[in-house]
T-cell receptor, first 111, second 115 residues
């Protein structure tokens, strides 16, 4: 099925470092979502974005809806060991019901 | 229940057998989604329900896959004559009305292994 391009695919970082990841699409979306998935569990919503240019924070997480409506970014500041997991972006095109998911960014935090 | 529940949590079956996966959405949520997640991959949309009808079933990979929802609540995803490539985690999500600013809540998934 169709998927977004999400990068990086994986990253190892030191505890306390900031993390950035992004998703790009070939088509315009009107909603961007960012999820975190822990092993053996379903994804949990972190941040939802509904307007181009929107910048939203949730604790140490900040996400932005790109002004072109074809990309989105997620930043995690001052990472901690429990940030480990897989982060997925998801976008929904205008007039559609379904979300298209990115391929995921696997984050590992070294204490 | 407080969240989306799915059963069984794990299912091992032989190639060619039929399987049924169940999803109990959050009470009152009219929108329900099924996704498939292969190992190390993102989520692949399968089907969307609004109430008991499915306005978007474009993600079902073949006619061996079908889903129904009754009473605007429980949904079952049926895979007939399972193949090894059907092995994946099947995730269900629900939202209040499926509208533009609706948050999807996911269940823990059913891990299907076809031998």
């Amino acid at each position: 099925g169709q998927q977004l391009n999400q990068s990086p695919q994986s990253m190892f970082i030191q505890e306390g470092e900031d993390v950035s990841m992004n998703c790009t699409s070939s088509s315009i979306f009107n909603t961007w979502l960012w999820y975190k998935q822990d092993p053996g569990e379903g994804p949990v919503l972190l941040i939802a974005l509904y307007k181009a240019g929107e910048l939203t924070s949730n604790g140490r997480l900040t996400a932005q809806f790109g002004i072109t409506r074809k990309d989105s970014f997620l930043n995690i500041s001052a990472s901690i060991p429990s940030d480990v997991g897989i982060y997925f972006c998801a976008g929904r095109a205008p007039g559609t019901y379904k979300y298209i998911f990115g391929t995921g960014t696997r984050l590992k935090v070294l204490a | 229940g407080a969240g989306v529940s799915q059963s069984p949590s794990n299912k091992v079956t032989e190639k060619g057998k039929d399987v049924e996966l169940r999803c109990d959405p959050i009470s009152g949520h009219t929108a329900l989604y099924w996704y498939r997640q292969s190992l190390g991959q993102g989520l692949e949309f399968l089907i969307y329900f609004q109430g008991n009808s499915a306005p978007d079933k474009s993600g079902l990979p073949s006619d061996r896959f079908s889903a129904e929802r009754t009473g605007g609540s429980v949904s079952t995803l049926t895979i007939q004559r399972t193949q090894q490539e059907d092995s994946a985690v099947y995730l269900c999500a629900s939202s209040l009305e499926g509208g533009r600013e609706e948050t999807q809540y996911f269940g823990p998934g059913t891990r299907l292994l076809v031998l």
